[in-house]
């Protein structure tokens, strides 16, 4: 079966660390553009990051300089490496795949359960 | 940035109503842009792709349609299940930008 399964999410300090794992199964990471969208509880949802096939990286303004996306290719496994957390990242975080545009990432066409990440002291 | 502007934000329709979804972008988008559903605790889930491609599985009674910065997101005839949000997305730039949501009640 096709899917993602995200884990890491738990409750952290503000300025605190935490990183995001998302297991595939069914296709390979590495050869899909992979991203992360977030949702605020009770809000809509916002893209936050997006991995090329070749490496590449995008991010939103608001993760810049703080987020990294990563994968581990043996492992099949997209990451998401947050740092300097603020309580406005509290959030479900979704992995999910885009479809292959060619030379760029589509729309999402597969989605992970999300996994809950709480910023407070 | 693209700013994506879905009316209305909440929906109260019956079973059966003929349901219509606006979203505009702030500029062309051409027609990269998807439409998906939310129902509540769960994960979205893909409806319409390219403005009016309907994803594989999904019910006739979705359509799309739009280009340019008007879309629109249609169910024929509102069914049960259909309870949820709706979100429509732009994939043209960066960064990639959702609408804030229309929530579909029923009556």
């Known amino acids: 079966e096709v899917q993602l399964v995200e884990s890491g999410g738990g409750l952290v300090q503000p300025g605190g660390s935490l990183r995001l794992s998302c297991v595939a199964a069914?296709?390979?990471?590495?050869?899909?553009?992979m991203s992360w969208v977030r949702q605020a509880p009770g809000k809509g949802l916002e893209w936050v990051s997006v991995?090329?096939?070749?490496?590449?990286?995008y991010y939103a303004h608001s993760v810049t300089g703080r987020f990294t996306v990563s994968r581990d290719n043996v492992r099949n496994t997209l990451y998401l490496q947050m740092n300097s957390l603020r309580a406005e990242d509290t959030a479900v975080y979704y992995c999910?795949?885009?479809?292959?545009?060619?030379?760029?990432?589509?729309?999402?066409?597969?989605w992970g359960q999300g996994t809950l990440v709480t910023v407070s002291s | 940035d693209i700013q994506m502007t879905q009316s209305p934000s909440t929906l109260s329709a019956s079973v059966g109503d003929r349901v219509t979804i606006t979203c505009r972008a702030s500029?062309?988008?051409?027609?990269?842009l998807a439409w998906y559903q939310q129902k509540p605790g769960k994960a979205p889930n893909l409806l319409v792709y390219?403005?009016?491609s309907l994803e594989s599985g999904v019910p006739s009674r979705f359509s799309g349609s739009g280009s340019g910065t008007d879309f629109t997101l249609t169910i024929s005839s509102l069914q049960p299940d259909d309870l949820g949000t709706y979100y429509c997305?732009?994939?043209?730039?960066?960064?990639?930008?959702f609408g804030q949501g229309t929530k579909v009640e029923f009556k």
């Open positions: 999910a795949r885009n479809v292959d545009g060619g030379s760029y990432p589509d729309y999402f066409d597969l």
């Open positions: 069914g296709f390979t990471v590495s050869n899909n553009y």
């Open positions: 991995i090329y096939s070749g490496g590449s990286t």
């Open positions: 500029q062309s988008i051409s027609r990269w």
């Open positions: 390219k403005a009016s």
């Open positions: 997305q732009q994939y043209n730039s960066y960064p990639w930008t």
